[in-house]
C-alpha cells in the first residue's frame, strides 16, 4: 500500500508547522499545497513528511552537504518575511526548489539562486513540471546574489550562514527585508534585517537549528 501523501502534508502542517506558532494563512496554504515529494530524491519520498532536513546532494568541495530544510523553522522563517503577492523574492540556496516552490505561492515572482548546476537544472525541471512559472533559477555564487534583477523586496537564505555579506543587503529595495538564519548548530538566530533610509537595522527573531549553506563564512580575526 502506497504512502497518502497528501494525508502526510496535512499532518505536517497541523502536528510540525501550527505548532510552532505559524499562523500566517498564506504560509499554511503554501505548506498545504506543495508536494515535498516532489522535491526529494526518489529513495526517500516515503520519507518527504518527518520532521527534519532531508539531505538531497552529499558535500562538494567545500564538504557541505546539502538539504531541504525540516518543515517547522522553514514556515516560521517564511512567516517572519511577511511575503506578499505583489512582492518580487529573491532565494539563496535553491537546492532541490522545494523553498522556491513555497515562495512561488506567497509573492509575485521569484529569483532562486543556486551555486550547484546539477541541483540547479534539476530544480528548474522540477519548478517547471510543477506549474511554479513565476520562478526562475540561476546559477551562480550564492554569496554575490543575483544583482541583475535586483532590487528586491525580500531575500530569504534558504539555509544557516556565519555572515551575510554586503552584497545581499545592497540588493534589498528601500523598506525590503531579509530573513537568515545566523550562526552555527544550536546556537543559530533567526534574524529579521530591513533596510529603512539607505542603512540596515536587524533584530534576533527566535533560536533555530537549520543545515548551513556553503560559504557566508566569517573573516578571521587575527589576534596580536
Known amino acids: 500500500m502506497g504512502t497518502d501523501y ?14 510552532t506558532d505559524v499562523t500566517s494563512h498564506s504560509v499554511l496554504k503554501a505548506f498545504l499545497t506543495v508536494a515535498r515529494e516532489d522535491f526529494v530524491p ?17 558535500g562538494g568541495d567545500d564538504g557541505v552537504a546539502r538539504y531541504v530544510m525540516e518543515p517547522s523553522p ?14 518580487v523574492v529573491l532565494e539563496i540556496g535553491c537546492g532541490s526548489g522545494y523553498t522556491a516552490a513555497i515562495l512561488s505561492l506567497l509573492a509575485g515572482s521569484v529569483v532562486a539562486v543556486e551555486s550547484d548546476s546539477e541541483l540547479a537544472d534539476a530544480a528548474s525541471e522540477r519548478l517547471s513540471d510543477g506549474g511554479y512559472d513565476n520562478v526562475a533559477v540561476v546559477t551562480g ?32 529595495r528601500e ?4 530573513v537568515a538564519a545566523v550562526g552555527v548548530g544550536l546556537s543559530a538566530q533567526a534574524r529579521l534585517f530591513v533596510k529603512e533610509g539607505g542603512a540596515v537595522s536587524g533584530r534576533a527573531a527566535f533560536n533555530v537549528s537549520v543545515k548551513p549553506l556553503p560559504g557566508f563564512r566569517k573573516a578571521e580575526e587575527f589576534v596580536f
Open 42 to 58: 526518489t529513495p526517500l519520498k516515503p520519507l518527504a513528511y518527518i520532521d527534519d532536513d532531508i539531505r538531497i546532494a552529499v
Open 74 to 87: 522553514l514556515a516560521k522563517m517564511l512567516q517572519l518575511a511577511q511575503i506578499n503577492r505583489d512582492q
Open 141 to 172: 555564487d550564492l554569496e554575490k546574489g543575483y544583482a541583475a534583477e535586483a532590487p528586491y523586496d525580500v531575500i530569504f537564505i534558504n539555509g544557516a550562514v556565519e555572515t551575510v555579506p554586503a552584497a545581499l543587503f545592497d540588493q534589498l
Open 6 to 19: 497528501q494525508d502526510a502534508r496535512q499532518k505536517m502542517v497541523d502536528n510540525q508547522i501550527r505548532t
Open 175 to 178: 523598506g525590503g527585508r531579509l
